[in-house]
């Protein structure tokens, strides 16, 4: 790195909920930020209030397309994909695309750029898990032509690629699988537990469980997130890494908490989706070895 130069992050889907987040993370900590994004569940208005930065930059572009990046970069984080279940159902071939084409685009930039490139993996790798709590060395159990089989094999063939690449080309990398993370702009009809019980409620309606609520989740908040990804991308692994909160709640004990605080609303129960896992918990504690005690 020339000296004096200020240290360079590109952001690929930075206008989505935890990319927006990262934006402002590395705004903080005095980096240049281009953030990328084709808006398809990304919103601007996410980023806007970050446009009177110098630091910042942002352009709407599909990152499954060629992606040039004039000048240097330093590190490339990759969270350009659909991640809710309502998402991509809806854009199953897209989602495809951007875990597939999209990582290998990005992965180009990073090798040309000589960048650190840090991907944004999931905790449905693991599927409807066997192995309780998951640890980062449990293979998962997918099925690959379910409908959540385009978001979790596009996921499982990115960290593959990522991996050819570190090992093949020599590309510095860094692999977080994320668990439920929740905060400041989720998208109301996001579909996910927190979102859809607060929205909900806000409306006046019922609380919605699918299947008999006994599946459980782990909710970590985006603040602890976003300090274990910087963590993470700072360090020397280049393994998968668990990131998320290993208290482990049903949903059903969670849409009771929502009755208890808000007034007692209704529950209503609906058929479980194909495929919806029934049970999320991390173990974290190759993340605790790695990223510190205090994450």
């Not at 990005?106 to 905790?123: H, M, N, P, Y």
């Not at 699988?177 to 400041?184: D, E, S």
């Not at 109301?188 to 409306?203: E, T």
């Amino acid at each position: 790195m020339a000296v004096g130069r200020r240290k360079r992050v590109l952001i690929t889907g930075g206008a989505g909920f935890i990319g927006s987040h990262l934006c402002e993370r590395f705004l903080y900590d005095g980096f240049e930020v281009l953030c990328l994004d084709n808006l398809s569940t990304g919103r601007l208005k996410n980023v806007e209030h970050l446009f009177g930065n110098d630091r910042f930059r942002f352009n709407k572009v599909d990152v499954t397309n060629y992606i040039h990046v004039s000048g240097p970069l330093d590190y490339v984080l990759h969270f350009a994909s659909p991640a809710s279940p309502l998402d991509y159902l809806q854009m199953p071939i897209q989602t495809l695309k951007v875990g597939s084409l999209g990582t290998h685009k990005v992965l180009g930039l990073c090798r040309e750029k000589g960048a650190r490139f840090l991907l944004a993996s999931t905790s449905e790798v693991y599927g409807d898990p066997l192995v309780h709590p998951q640890p980062e060395t449990y293979w998962g159990n997918v099925n690959p032509v379910g409908p959540r089989g385009v978001y979790d094999e596009a996921k499982r063939f990115a960290e593959a690629l990522t991996m050819a690449y570190h090992r093949f080309h020599g590309v510095e990398t860094r692999i977080a699988r994320i668990f439920n993370t929740y905060g400041p702009r989720m998208r109301v009809k996001d579909g996910r537990a927190v979102p859809a019980f607060l929205s909900q409620v806000i409306l006046g309606e019922p609380l919605t469980i699918f299947g008999d609520g006994q599946q459980t989740r782990s909710f970590g908040y985006i603040d602890d997130l976003v300090e274990g990804l910087v963590r993470l991308l700072m360090s020397d692994c280049a393994d998968p890494v668990n990131l998320g909160n290993p208290d482990e709640w049903t949903v059903q004990a969670f849409a009771e908490l929502c009755q208890e605080m808000f007034n007692k609303v209704d529950i209503v129960y609906q058929e479980l989706p194909e495929d919806d896992p029934k049970t999320r918990q991390p173990d974290i504690t190759l993340a605790r070895e790695i990223l510190g005690s205090s994450w």
